[in-house]
C-alpha cells in the first residue's frame, strides 16, 4: 500500500540575470515547467543546456541544484546527490555562503538521502538548512515549515515518533504564526504518523480537516486534494472499511488524472493502491489489471529502473503467489530485487524483503540450493525469526543438520522474545526434534518434543 508523505522540493530561484544570459534564463524556466508536468526527461534535458549555458559560478551552481531535482525525481540518486554536492562547493566557496539557495540544496539533498535510506545524514543536513533559514529570515520564518515539516519525517522513520509529532506541530504553528494559515503539508503528514501509530480517530480527523482546507483554497479537482483523499483511503483500508476505501480511491485517481493526465506517476500511486484494495478483498481479476497499468505508467513516467517500479513488480509479484503461480512470482521478484539492489543497495529495507519473497518462492518449489544464499542474506541484515526459521528448514532438507541445529536455537530464542511459547514456537521445536535425531541426539530430541506438546495443550485449552 502506497500512501503519499509530502516532502518540499525546492527549486533554486533564478539569479538576476542580463540580456546575454536570457538563454540560461529561459533554459531553467522551461527545466521548472516540465519538471511540473512530472515530464522528467524534458527537464533534464533543459537544466543540462541551462549548465552548459551558465557564464558565472553562481549560475552554475543554480543550474547544478535543479538538475539534480530532475534527477531525483527518477530515482538517479548518486548522480543527483554528486550535484547536489558541487553546487554546495560552489555556494561555500562564495562570497556569500549564507543564501536560500545554498539552504534550500541542503534541504532537497537531505530529502533524497532520506528516501535513500541515510537517514543520519539527511537529519544532518536538514539542521544545517535550518540553520541558514534561521539566520537569513529568523527563526520564526514561514520559509523554516517545510524544513521542520521534513525534518519530522527523518525522525518518523527513525522511530523518534514524540520528536516527529513535536515538529509537525512546530512547523504548523510557525506558519499560522506568520501567515494566519495552517501548514497543511505538516498537518497532512502528522496524520500519517498517527496512522502508523494506530491513532485512527486523530488521523481521521486531521486529514478531514486537511482535506477540507485544501478543497476551499485550490478546488476540488486539485493534486493536493487528491493526495489526501488517497490518504484517507489509506486509512479507511487499514480499519476493513472496504466500500469507503475503494470509493475514496476512486476518487483520489479521478481527481489525479484530471488534473494531472493519465501518465502521471501519481496516478500510478492511486491505481496501485487501488489494486492492493481488490487483491486483499480476493478480487484478484480487479486487481491484476490495475497492477499491469501501474507498472506501464512507472516505467514510462519514471524510466524502467526506478524503485517505483520495482513496488510496481512486486506488488504483481505477490498476486501471482497468492495464486501459486511461483515461477511468475519468482521472475518479477527478481527483476524488482535487480532494480532495487542497484538503486537503493543489498541492504536496503526493500531490496531485504523481496530477497525473502524471491526465497519464499524457491521454497515453495522445494529449489534449496537456490533459496539457501537468499535465506542467508536476510538473516544477515534482518536476523528476524521467520527468516531465520527458514533458513533452518532449507538446511534441514539440505541434510546439513549441524548449521540447522545451530539456527533452530537461535529461532526458539527469538520466538520466545517475540511472543513467549507461542504455537510457532511448538513448530519450531518439533522441526528441531527432527533434525537431532538426524545427528543422533534422541535424548534431545525427545525433549522438544515433550516441550512442544506441552505448548499446543496449554493453546488448546485457553
Not at 517505483?308 to 515461477?327: I, M, W
Request: proline residues 3%.
Amino acid at each position: 500500500m502506497r500512501y503519499l508523505i509530502a516532502s518540499a522540493m525546492w527549486f533554486v530561484a533564478v539569479l538576476g540575470a542580463d540580456t546575454r544570459e536570457e538563454t540560461w534564463r529561459r533554459h531553467i524556466e522551461a527545466g521548472k515547467q516540465a519538471y511540473a508536468r512530472a515530464e522528467f526527461s524534458a527537464a533534464e534535458k533543459e537544466f543540462s543546456e541551462a549548465l552548459r549555458h551558465s557564464e558565472t559560478s553562481e549560475r552554475r551552481a543554480v543550474s547544478l541544484a535543479n538538475l539534480a531535482a530532475a534527477l531525483q525525481a527518477v530515482a538517479r540518486y548518486k548522480q543527483a546527490e554528486a550535484l547536489y554536492r558541487q553546487a554546495l562547493e560552489i555556494w561555500e566557496r562564495s562570497a556569500q555562503p549564507v543564501n536560500s539557495a545554498a539552504a534550500g540544496t541542503y534541504e532537497n539533498l537531505a530529502t533524497l538521502l532520506r528516501i535513500a535510506g541515510d537517514l543520519a545524514e539527511a537529519e544532518k543536513l536538514l539542521r544545517r538548512s535550518l540553520e541558514l533559514f534561521a539566520r537569513l529570515h529568523g527563526a520564526a520564518h514561514p520559509r523554516l515549515t517545510s524544513a521542520w515539516t521534513n525534518l519530522g519525517l527523518v525522525c518518523s522513520a527513525l522511530g523518534r515518533h514524540a520528536e516527529a509529532e513535536a515538529l509537525y506541530w512546530r512547523a504548523v504553528s510557525i506558519q499560522r504564526a506568520a501567515t494566519g494559515e495552517p501548514a497543511l503539508t505538516a498537518l497532512h503528514n502528522l496524520a500519517e504518523l498517527y496512522l502508523q501509530q494506530r491513532r485512527h480517530e486523530e488521523a481521521e480527523e486531521l486529514l478531514r480537516r486537511v482535506l477540507a482546507l485544501r478543497v476551499q483554497a485550490n478546488g476540488p479537482r486539485h493534486p493536493s486534494v487528491a493526495s489526501t483523499q488517497n490518504n484517507l483511503a489509506h486509512l479507511y483500508f487499514t480499519q476493513g472499511r472496504w466500500t469507503e476505501a475503494e470509493a475514496t480511491y476512486q476518487q483520489a485517481l479521478a481527481n489525479f488524472e484530471q488534473a494531472l493526465g493519465p501518465m502521471h506517476p501519481n496516478v500510478g500511486v492511486a491505481i496501485n493502491n487501488l489494486a492492493q484494495l481488490y487483491r486483499m478483498m480476493g478480487k484478484p481479476g480487479k486487481a491484476r489489471p490495475l497492477y499491469l497499468r501501474t507498472l506501464a505508467i512507472w516505467e514510462q513516467a519514471l524510466g524502467p529502473d526506478h524503485p517505483d517500479v520495482a513496488t510496481a513488480l512486486a506488488n504483481l509479484a505477490a498476486l501471482h503467489f497468492e495464486q501459486r503461480d511461483f515461477d511468475q512470482a519468482a521472475a518479477l521478484y527478481r527483476r524488482a530485487l535487480s532494480i532495487e539492489e542497484a538503486r537503493l543497495g543489498a541492504g536496503h529495507p526493500a531490496a531485504v524483503r523481496d530477497a525473502a519473497n524471491l526465497a519464499e518462492c524457491y521454497f515453495a518449489r522445494q529449489r534449496w540450493a537456490e533459496a539457501e544464499p537468499l535465506y542467508r542474506r536476510v538473516v544477515e541484515l534482518a536476523g528476524d525469526a521467520q527468516s531465520l526459521r527458514r533458513l533452518a528448514q532449507v538446511y534441514r532438507r539440505l541434510k546439513k543438520f549441524e548449521q540447522a541445529d545451530a539456527l533452530y536455537r537461535r529461532v526458539e530464542d527469538a520466538l520466545l522474545g517475540e511472543g513467549g511459547e507461542s504455537l510457532a514456537l511448538a513448530g519450531s521445536l518439533n522441526e528441531h526434534a527432527e533434525v537431532l535425531r538426524a545427528l543422533a541426539e534422541h535424548a534431545d530430541a525427545a525433549r522438544l518434543e515433550t516441550r512442544a506438546l506441552g505448548i499446543r495443550v496449554r493453546h488448546s485449552l485457553r
